[in-house]
């Protein structure tokens, strides 16, 4: 047996499956490429982003959201800036979004294996297409990242090697973004075109657009949002956005899509982005009925104007009926007394309000920890209230234009418009307060105190401390596992 085997040819050694896929055998078929492109989207649907840590990160480090007793230590430390680089979520989430980049990267190095396949079998347009989707989903995750970490590792190829990649500038990362979206923005389908769930023409105008407005080059986020406007209407019924029968309205531009039907066996698993994880959560996590981690802040309920809608589309308070409950009982705030009336229900420790936004307390009693309501990350209200500070911030810009934009968004909400000649000071302010209780519960506005140059103000009873913590901490199991970052390469005061 021994000579027989030495006088074998090695490669004759080097066995191999013919019927497991590799990646040198892939990208043959339709379903193939479309498979791959699918995967660059399932990183959103983890612990580290959507599915747990996402929501609790931006609402209570923005301030919309205050923490209840029972609410977690790691969660706790969002709403006091307490973290450190040793933080689990953080860690979920910026492996999150590299595993995201790696699986755009895939499709990305693979696009001319891409156009091998016959047209016949994949056209020109949708080849062109998939990579397309491949790129907005790797512009989508660096975007999550460079604003909350700054420089940050820069990787366009399936790494090959252990030896890591060092950080690269913010400046660069934002030139990939931006490059990446352009192309995007040039091969996606027209959204008239384009299923629900994936990324289309306007969603990739859109997003380009908010990231040219973090970066304060506000014509050219004029620009882009000029390619949405008009594409889309507000929905005639605000809380239609938050429903699970009705998410994807005439204002829905691109979404954290969830559908539980289609499995939640991985729901509590890491952040890989494999197996069925089509459940956020949120509802369960915030539900004044369920575990109740956090309720709406007390400054957040008073920014509202007297009359404003949105007030009652977005909490539960005094007097509400329980839709979901089959009593249909009222709601109470405040202390109760020591018999309740069957007749009523009490939001916990005395609370003001609960959480109606995101929440399935129209349909059911109980969350039953699934969920499978959507998240808003771009919709058409946002762009009108984008594109209102764009007009205000630039050069020569028209203040009467941008409160036209905002009355859009007012008109909705069934409040008086703004009238004109406000100075630019005025309308920023009516920005300010219209981006607040439009988004709220929607993880905006602490990206938007970050960028104003206002979070040192608005969070400092949080603990907010200039100077830190408009960057997270990078990872400790990211310096750890890279040879390339060390402790130097750590961000400020951390």
Known sequence: MLVVISACNEKDLELVDPGKLSPESFFKTKAQVESAVNAAYSNVQTIGLWTRAYFFMYDLMGGDAAGNPQLEADKVQYWKFSFDSNHGNMGDYWESCYR???KANFVIGNAEKINEIPDSQLSPALKKKYVAEAKFMRAFYYFLMVPRWGDIPL????????DGFPKSSKDAVYDLIVSD?????TDLLDKSAEVVGRANKQSASALLGKVYLYLEEY???LAEFQKVYGKY???ENYFDNFMDETEHTTEYIFDIEYDETLGTGSLWGGPAGSGQ???TLR????????????YPADDLLAEYEPGDIRYDETFYTDGDTFEGDEAQRTIRSGTPPEDVPETEIYIPLERQAGWRKYQNYYKREKENTNSSINFKYLRYADVLLMMAECENQRAGGDQDVATDYINEVRERAELDPIGPGLSKAQVFDAIVHERRVEL??????FGDLIRWGMAADELASQGFQAGKHELWPIPNREISSNPEITEADQNPQY
């Not at 990787?155 to 252990?162: L, Q, S």
């Not at 979206?181 to 923005?185: D, E, F, I, R």
């Not at 509802?283 to 956090?294: I, R």
């Not at 709220?440 to 506005?445: M, T």
Request: no cysteine; proline share 5%.
């Open 440 to 445: 709220a519960g929607e993880q905006i506005r």
């Open 277 to 279: 994880n089509e459940s």
């Open 181 to 185: 979206l352009q192309s995007a923005s």
């Open 155 to 162: 990787i366009t190829e399936i790494p090959t090697t252990p």
């Open 283 to 294: 509802g369960q996590e915030y539900g004044w009925n369920d575990w109740f981690n956090t």
């Open 100 to 102: 995201g980049i790696n």
């Open 233 to 235: 209407t507000l929905a």
């Open 219 to 221: 014509d050219l986020a």
